[in-house]
């Protein structure tokens, strides 16, 4: 692995970012190229095999103009599908997002945990071996959202987004009597890396407190794992990419989950 690895974060938009900002905060000296599929976004509302067909080839490409040392799919709803497809295809290591359902359930004391994801998520087969496997005894609620991801761009591209609309989105998560908190929810997994963006929001309009599992950090360990800690601080600088060829014109937006980068 070279001194200054260069890592690749790749998503369907924006949601990406907040798996950078960790992978950034542990790797701080590494060169980062983000990737929006913006021009296939949402990935939520694409079939399987229009999934398939557009991502793998897409990293082939992405892996060939960038050369990274590892690349991170950053997007839950391209993990829980392609996966197996990108490591049987290319060399380079692979580390995915996927439902964080195992943490979720071991700490839930309730029992009652909710995967908050996108519609394609949710009806994944992976997404259901993973309950199968690792929901010990817990009653796990499976939430889809159609538009949640969207309303998190809309929202980091500064635009209104009702507290009203955020609510109904987050009400299925909520199960059992709101007056009794030995038996509701008490667990919510965030199952897409753009929910985070909202997670200030998401907090506030809670019917009641619950933990919310964000994968971010633990994706980060396992980067670490795979390429080794820091070997300094220095800012090797960082390219963000959005499909559609448009220009990113989030500069200051953008600088937080960059560690303060401007990306070019
Ligand atoms: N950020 C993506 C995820 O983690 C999905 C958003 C979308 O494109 O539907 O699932």
Redo the contacts with the bound molecule.
């Keep these: 692995m070279p001194v200054s690895p260069t890592i690749l974060v790749f998503?369907?938009?924006l949601?990406?970012l907040t798996v950078l900002r960790e992978i950034v905060k542990a790797r701080p000296d590494a060169h980062y190229v983000y990737v929006a599929d913006d021009a296939f976004?949402?990935?939520?509302?694409h079939s399987e095999d229009a999934l398939i067909a557009r991502v793998v080839p897409l990293i082939g490409e992405l892996i060939s103009t960038h050369r990274p040392d590892i690349v991170v799919i950053?997007?839950?709803?391209?993990s829980t599908l392609v996966l197996s497809h990108l490591r049987a295809a290319y060399k380079v290591p692979f580390v995915g997002?996927v439902p964080a359902i195992k943490p979720a359930c071991a700490g839930s004391k309730t029992r009652r945990v909710s995967v908050l994801?996108?519609s394609?998520?949710v009806q994944r087969e992976y997404t259901r071996a993973l309950i199968r496997d690792f929901a010990q005894g817990c009653d796990v609620t499976l939430v889809g959202s159609a538009d949640l991801?969207s309303l998190a761009e809309a929202a980091l591209n500064g635009r209104t987004v009702s507290d009203s609309v955020l609510s109904a989105e987050l009400a299925p998560c909520f199960v059992g009597n709101r007056e009794d908190a030995a038996t509701r929810t008490d667990t919510v997994v965030l199952?897409?890396?753009?929910y985070p963006l909202l997670l200030d929001r998401l907090i506030r309009l809670a019917p009641w407190p619950v933990d919310w599992i964000d994968p971010a950090p633990a994706i980060a360990r396992r980067v670490v794992d795979l390429i080794g800690p820091a070997a300094g601080d220095a800012d090797q600088g960082a390219e963000m990419i959005f499909t559609s060829g448009r220009p990113h014109t989030l500069n200051r937006a953008l600088m937080p989950f960059f560690g303060g980068r401007v990306p070019a």
């Design positions: 998503d369907s938009g949601g990406g976004f949402p990935y939520g509302h950053a997007c839950n709803t391209a997002t994801g996108t394609g998520t991801a199952a897409c890396t753009h």
